[in-house]
């Protein structure tokens, strides 16, 4: 039964993108959709059975189960859950400073909310079938990273598949950006907010506006620290983005970033950031992962984030070394570092001076590189490493040939 509502429910879908005519309104044909669509939707059930049957408890499939307690009780006490469901968010205005560390636990809560209602309604939709609910996930997915696509086409139209490749096909990205988790929200999120930024620029209506708003919001509740890394970004974005040389101002940002963020503890407590990536480094130790890296113990103080730069990017860059790592899993994900790596080198290679010009290809290149120096930081375990990078992998990827020339089968028409 399972397999026959994912075969109707994907036979829907596909029939609603024919019938909005999106393959029109992203330059893709209807055949090149439905392909990318299944891919997204074939990785996350890939992924879903790779979490149950690897491991006894999984995010995954705890918040389905989760979710179908909640709609067994859910004939008791309707009101109760219904109220809930819609108005239990907390008290947001109370926690809109967000340089203040004290809100970080409230908007991770938050997210974590997002995910448990998204979850309940996808359950309700599959008639509580959890690997139904890949479908659903994946089409929020999905639509966000034909937003990321729309970006970088809006850009650079003549590397049209290497976009497609990169968004969609690489291994890693397509596999852990598919699953239920946070990771495939924050990738599709940050695409819609990238896609939505140009919009507003190219028609300034407040239904634009407003949505933008939003999507920023859900941004900021999916991962505040990545939001906090961002917003800065962005802001610069929207003040340098027809300046000739935006790498300046953004080299600059992030040359003060940097000792704000090391020595902010001086000017307040309330702003003491690296105790806040301490913190989350202590969450993963204490969670004892399967896959230990040995990572050194961060202290709150400059010198130690400094002294471990060198390890925080080689666990991003380098992990895993298929010569010491037995599993077959590891092998496969030692294979597509190997991949990315090299992609990266060609990207580098490719790159020319005069494509440096695009302010929010600067935003996408410095979002991505620090966002993974957070993770590697944070990460100590790999299963989780592997899993936090790739959102942000894919987003260097795309930043780093959109300085380029590159071009990915020139002449094949999709």
């Not at 990785?43 to 790779?50: E, R």
């Not at 077959?328 to 080198?345: E, H, Q, R």
Request: charged fraction near 15%.
């Amino acid at each position: 039964m399972e397999v026959v509502l994912i075969i109707i429910y994907f036979i829907l879908i596909c029939w609603g993108f024919k019938a909005i005519r999106l393959d029109k309104k992203v330059d893709l044909s209807f055949q090149t959709l439905v392909i990318l669509f299944g891919i997204k939707v074939l990785c996350g059930c890939l992924n879903l059975y790779f979490h149950n049957s690897e491991y006894l408890t999984n995010d995954a499939h705890t918040y389905f189960t989760s979710a179908v307690t909640m709609l067994n009780d859910f004939p008791n006490q309707p009101a109760y859950y219904l109220k809930d469901w819609f108005f239990n968010w907390g008290d947001i205005f109370s926690h809109l400073n967000f340089l203040d560390s004290a809100n970080a636990t409230y908007w991770s809560d938050i997210g974590r909310l997002i995910h448990q209602r998204f979850m309940v309604l996808s359950t309700v939709l599959s008639f509580r079938h959890e690997y139904v609910n890949v479908v659903f996930y994946n089409l929020f997915f999905f639509i966000g990273l034909l937003g990321l696509y729309k970006t970088f086409l809006h850009f650079k139209p003549k590397q049209k598949n290497i976009f497609i490749a990169l968004i969609f096909i690489l291994p890693s990205v397509a596999f852990w950006c598919s699953g239920i988790h946070k990771d495939g929200f924050i990738l599709s999120a940050f695409g819609m907010v990238s896609w939505y930024t140009i919009k507003v620029f190219q028609s300034r209506n407040w239904k634009n506006v407003l949505l933008l708003i939003f999507l920023l919001f859900l941004l900021l509740a999916l991962r505040y620290f990545y939001f906090l890394i961002f917003l800065p970004l962005f802001i610069v974005h929207l003040v340098v983005r027809n300046k000739s040389k935006p790498y300046l101002y953004y080299t600059a940002l992030v040359g003060v970033g940097v000792m704000f963020f090391l020595f902010s503890n001086q000017l307040s407590p309330k702003l003491d950031f690296m105790k806040m990536v301490v913190n989350r480094q202590q969450e993963f130790l204490r969670g004892k992962g399967y896959s230990d890296l040995k990572t050194p113990v961060l202290e709150n103080n400059a010198v130690s984030f400094i002294k471990n730069i060198p390890t925080a990017l080689e666990h991003i860059f380098i992990e895993p070394i298929p010569s010491w790592r037995a599993s077959n899993k590891y092998g496969v994900t030692a294979f597509d570092s190997g991949v990315v790596l090299i992609l990266l080198l060609v990207a580098f290679i490719k790159i020319k001076r005069k494509y440096l010009s695009n302010s929010f290809t600067w935003v996408v290149l410095f979002y991505s590189l620090l966002c993974l120096l957070f993770i590697g930081y944070t990460i100590p375990n790999l299963g989780a490493l592997v899993r936090y990078e790739s959102p942000f992998i894919c987003l260097l990827l795309l930043a780093l040939f959109s300085f380029g020339n590159a071009i990915l089968f020139e002449k094949t028409k999709l």
